[in-house]
């Protein structure tokens, strides 16, 4: 005859917990997500320093920028470093065009955008360079692992010895590290 295991309040806790803690890593980065309007009121239009709009704002992946602007007055390429300091898009380019624009940063890394009409990225300064950081999630899923609150199924606490370096991205004056966790092959990214 075998026996079979009869849960305890503790393993009963840890297998909820575990739960919560996957729901959030699944649900957080829509919830955590922000909308940037580009130039808040002003929109997306000439003669406005998008830099310094930028500055001290954080975006992450998951995050939208929102570029408001009449219909037909501007519209908003997606360019390269190159083409940001030229004013000058790729001629497969699509510019768009819909007055209320969404862009979603799904990757990290720099992102620039220009306006494609007449001069207004030369002229107007009608341009935007930001820098992506990865989704604020993960870093919480890191949080989370360095603290031992989310155990293996059945297993021990994970540590931080656990986890592998895949990769390494730096973003200005902040290193980024691309983890995984062998385990049930999670994978997020940590700020060292």
């Avoid at 808040?40 to 570029?67: E, H, P, R």
């Avoid at 009449?70 to 065009?97: I, M, W």
């Avoid at 931080?160 to 990214?189: R, V």
């Amino acid at each position: 005859m075998t026996k079979e295991a009869i849960p305890t309040p503790i393993s009963m806790a840890s297998s909820n917990l575990y739960i919560i803690l996957a729901t959030l890593a699944v649900f957080a980065p829509s919830v955590l997500a922000t909308d940037y309007v580009v130039g808040d009121d002003k929109g997306w239009t000439i003669n406005f320093d998008y830099q310094a709009w930028a500055q001290g704002k954080s975006f992450y992946v998951g995050d939208n920028l929102v570029f408001n602007y009449p219909k037909g007055a501007h519209t908003v390429l997606k360019v390269n470093g190159t083409g940001f300091q030229q004013c000058a898009a790729p001629l497969d380019s699509v510019p768009l065009t819909s007055g209320k624009d969404v862009i979603n940063l799904a990757t990290p890394g720099r992102k620039w955008y220009i306006c494609g009409v007449a001069q207004h990225c030369e002229l107007g300064n009608q341009k935007l360079l930001i820098t992506v950081l990865p989704s604020s999630s993960h870093l919480l899923q890191v949080q989370a692992i360095a603290h031992g609150l989310m155990p293996q199924l059945g297993q021990a606490p994970v540590h931080l010895q656990q986890l592998q370096l895949l990769d390494k991205i730096c973003f200005d004056d902040a290193s980024y590290y691309w983890l995984s966790w062998d385990a049930h092959g999670l994978m997020f990214w940590i700020s060292i």
